[in-house]
């Protein structure tokens, strides 16, 4: 078939329609057919106290407060990492970082939770502390030293869950609000655990703070919290 000069003019418009609506009706099958999308990222970043110079206190063992913070997150970043969660530290040695450093780690990771990791000699069971700064409303330019109040309402609710599993867990807990330089500086729901001896009925100590199994089953019951805060589709 010979086709004149105007209708090829006339006919190639219509093909480039047709082709276009057969590209589109093949992406729209492909997306039909695409595997849904996973949730959003879920982030926690673990923050263990002190390191390097800022040894913290001295434990009645003898062991320095910045190592039995770190076995803390080592343990913890391990438990996590096994049950899919992403994990970033602020230390992953025994090294100095300052609440600044620690608190860019935290902002950068975009987290959904950032625990900061504490060991006492004083007190018993675990003690949980959110920053005591007024909620205030998000803004697009946050002030770096209470960033954490438009966060405050959201680690409340994080700090209610860690009690919870922590509760659960035969833990005695100790909930408070108090000054944190670095955690009031972040970006995201945060809570700073501290671990204090294990202590019996009468008052002697079970287990220090840097006891390995101390540590594991607090530990446990942490990522049970962080599992179930997942699970709850809470947002950064």
Not at 116 to 134: K, M, Q, R, Y
Not at 201 to 209: F, G, H, I, M, Y
Not at 211 to 229: F, G, N
């Amino acid at each position: 078939m010979h086709w004149s000069s105007g209708e090829l003019r006339t006919l190639r418009p219509l093909a480039v329609l047709l082709v276009t609506l057969a590209a589109m009706g093949r992406l729209f099958a492909q997306a039909q057919q695409a595997p849904p999308v996973p949730g959003s990222r879920f982030m926690v970043v673990l923050d263990a106290a002190h390191g390097g110079d800022d040894t913290g206190g001295h434990l009645n063992d003898g062991e320095y407060e910045k190592a039995a913070t770190l076995a803390l997150s080592v343990r913890l970043r391990s438990l996590l990492g096994a049950r899919g969660i992403q994990v970033i530290t602020t230390r992953e040695s025994d090294q100095s970082v300052n609440t600044i450093q620690r608190a860019q780690i935290a902002n950068r990771a975009n987290a959904q939770a950032c625990i900061s990791l504490h060991v006492a000699e004083t007190g018993s069971g675990i003690h949980l502390f959110a920053s005591n700064l007024a909620p205030a409303q998000p803004t697009r330019f946050e002030p770096w030293k209470t960033a954490q109040a438009a966060f405050v309402t959201r680690s409340l609710a994080l700090t209610g869950a860690l009690n919870s599993a922590l509760q659960h867990a035969g833990f005695p807990v100790t909930l408070g609000r108090t000054d944190l330089p670095g955690i009031d500086s972040m970006m995201c729901p945060a809570v700073a655990i501290e671990l204090a001896p294990e202590r019996a009925s009468n008052k002697t100590v079970k287990s220090a703070p840097d006891d390995p199994d101390y540590q594991a089953r607090a530990a446990t019951a942490i990522a049970a919290a962080l599992l179930e805060w997942r699970s709850e589709g809470r947002e950064p």
